[in-house]
């Protein structure tokens, strides 16, 4: 069974860049039957496709956030990371990581609890 759980700071100041961390159990994540997700809900807001990682390291990102957005992995560590860079109060949102089966979609997978993140000086 896969299991995943967020960490990262839960407040972060405009400009700066945010990190968080994706713990993968129960699972590789050099496996081929996953991508590994990053999904965010601002408040009062849909969830948005953020990007994810092949089983090959290759990556993927939603064109809105290419230019900011960077996801990287830890093998010895089963570890997937999100990087967000010159973060603004709108990217104040509740941030998931999901074992998914495709791509650019924001529905299925197995999904962890979520970590919020403000942006705020």
């Known amino acids: 069974q896969v299991r995943l759980q967020e960490s990262g700071p839960g407040l972060v100041k405009p400009s700066q860049t945010l990190s968080l961390t994706c713990a993968v159990a129960?699972?590789?994540?050099?496996?081929?039957?996953?991508?590994w997700s990053w999904v965010r809900q601002a408040p009062e807001k849909g969830l948005e496709w953020m990007g994810a990682?092949?089983?090959?390291?290759?990556?993927y990102f939603t064109p809105s956030l290419a230019s900011r957005i960077a996801i990287t992995r830890d093998t010895s560590k089963n570890l997937i990371t999100l990087q967000l860079t010159s973060v603004t109060p709108e990217d104040s949102a509740v941030y998931y990581c999901?074992?998914?089966?495709?791509?650019?979609?924001?529905?299925?997978?197995?999904w962890g609890q979520g970590t919020q993140v403000t942006v705020s000086s």
């Open positions: 990682i092949a089983f090959g390291g290759k990556t």
């Open positions: 129960g699972e590789s994540i050099t496996t081929n039957f996953y991508y």
């Open positions: 999901a074992a998914q089966r495709r791509s650019y979609t924001t529905t299925g997978g197995i």
